[in-house]
């Protein structure tokens, strides 16, 4: 773990445990674990099956007994937010989306699930609906790895049906994400509407060549939802890549919106945003330091009214906040649960997914990462560094991530793994 000498830091009241396993497997994927915490004290990790790519399925495993054990849960909508809607439903919606055939104002349909018994069961799927007249996405056959989407597509034939496709005519539906996911949360307006935070290329007056990030409200309980205002600016000039994506919302004490998310250009530093006008328009995003560079950036309030911040890829980082302002991160002072891996990061074990990038967003910015030896390294790592974390009880937090070559001994074989870490507040 990195951490600086401070003794006075907020940081230091934490005890970071030891790793430890929550599930593994010698094939298939472990990928983009998310961790929530149901209403009804049972913990569910969701992850993805196909790896990281459009159209990949989900399963989960669940905990009973606060994270002393883990079953397999099963088949889940595909990579789902799990969130309370009121005292009596809490909800998992699906983040992909699909044209209603012939829609004028274009219309989007996606699937949800609800529990009446705090999460341990989910009823059978319905479908929520996103209206904007303008919008336009591409065409699902225009998506990347068109394998996973060959493959899985069949899973998603209720949805389509329902939206008036063909079989033959998939390939030409408009496919949006208009629904919760996992790098978001659901916020609450002030009137008492709901929000969350979506990722689309058009705000309804035409369609841009680059994402951004916008902001959805639904006033009847989030069945269906409606463009409210557009959250990222246009930051870089017209054909570059500025594809803003991933966006965390949550609620400050003081009534204001605070919005991290994702920014590929300049080595993926996490960007920065508030409202002061309850979402209807946005500072100009800022870095929230040179060294914060990552993905799937995550922003929480603890019950303590501390700020919570998580990010990976370079790194898998918790960093807090004791002010709960969003203006005193303690950088210095962040968790890196990466550097709590050094059996499997000191073998170089080999693993099937390429990404060289990982190497080169390390070195960006920290020499830890300099050890790599390039005849076995080149192209590899040992983990995609998707980090998820929630506090699972006050003063205690579980954080979870996924390693592609864990390996338990020495002389073991490395498995794909989610692994788990414990942060116990210090009385």
């Given at each position: 773990?990195?951490?600086?000498?401070?003794?006075s830091a907020y940081s230091d009241q934490w005890e970071l445990s030891e790793p430890f396993?929550?599930?593994?497997?010698?094939?298939?994927?472990?990928?983009?674990p998310h961790l929530w915490v149901l209403p009804c004290g049972d913990l569910l990790v969701v992850y993805s099956d196909d790896g990281d790519f459009y159209f990949a399925r989900?399963?989960?495993?669940?905990?009973?007994?606060?994270?002393?054990?883990?079953?397999?849960?099963?088949?889940?909508?595909?990579?789902?937010?799990i969130v309370e809607i009121d005292k009596r439903t809490?909800?998992?919606?699906?983040?992909?989306?699909?044209?209603?055939?012939?829609?004028?104002p274009k219309r989007y349909l996606f699937r949800y699930r609800d529990s009446q018994d705090g999460g341990k069961t989910f009823g059978p799927i319905q479908f929520a609906s996103y209206e904007h007249a303008g919008e336009k996405n591409p065409r699902i056959g225009d998506g990347e790895k068109i394998h996973t989407i060959f493959q899985n597509i069949i899973y998603w034939e209720d949805v389509l049906t329902a939206a008036g496709w063909e079989k033959s005519e998939w390939l030409d539906v408009e496919g949006g994400f208009h629904g919760l996911?996992?790098?978001?949360?659901?916020?609450?307006?002030?009137?008492?509407?709901?929000?969350?935070?979506?990722?689309?290329?058009?705000?309804?007056?035409?369609?841009?060549?680059?994402?951004?990030?916008?902001?959805?409200?639904?006033?009847?309980?989030?069945?269906?939802?409606?463009?409210?205002?557009?959250?990222?600016?246009?930051?870089?000039?017209?054909?570059?890549?500025s594809n803003a994506s991933e966006g965390c919302p949550v609620r400050l004490p003081d009534g204001r919106l605070y919005l991290v998310y994702r920014y590929p250009p300049d080595h993926r530093k996490v960007r920065q945003t508030w409202s002061e006008d309850d979402g209807r328009t946005w500072?100009?995003?800022t870095?929230?330091?040179?060294?914060?560079?990552?993905?799937?950036?995550?922003?929480?309030?603890?019950?303590?009214?501390?700020?919570m911040l998580l990010h990976g890829r370079p790194g898998m980082w918790i960093t807090f906040d004791p002010s709960g302002t969003a203006r005193d991160w303690e950088i210095d002072n962040r968790f890196d649960l990466t550097q709590g891996e050094n059996l499997t990061i000191g073998t170089n074990a080999k693993v099937t997914t390429a990404r060289l990038d990982l190497l080169y967003y390390k070195r960006y910015y920290d020499s830890f990462y300099w050890w790599a030896r390039q005849d076995i390294f080149d192209g590899y790592y040992y983990s995609w560094e998707n980090v998820n974390a929630k506090e699972v009880q006050p003063g205690r937090i579980l954080a979870v991530y996924d390693l592609q070559n864990w390996v338990e001994t020495p002389s073991s074989q490395p498995r794909k793994a989610i692994r788990g870490v414990w942060l116990t507040k210090q009385n």
């Open positions: 773990m990195s951490r600086s000498n401070t003794s396993t929550i599930w593994s497997k010698d094939k298939g994927e472990l990928c983009t989900s399963r989960a495993l669940r905990s009973c007994d606060g994270g002393a054990s883990w079953q397999e849960e099963g088949e889940m909508l595909s990579a789902p937010a809490t909800r998992m919606y699906e983040f992909h989306s699909f044209a209603v055939k012939d829609s004028n996911s996992y790098h978001t949360q659901l916020i609450r307006f002030l009137d008492g509407s709901l929000g969350h935070v979506v990722n689309l290329q058009s705000d309804g007056g035409q369609a841009t060549a680059n994402w951004q990030l916008h902001l959805l409200r639904s006033t009847d309980g989030g069945i269906n939802w409606h463009h409210y205002s557009r959250v990222t600016p246009d930051e870089y000039p017209p054909g570059v890549r500072s100009t995003p870095e929230i330091d040179d060294r914060v560079c990552g993905i799937v950036p995550a922003v929480h309030r603890l019950s303590a009214g501390v700020l």
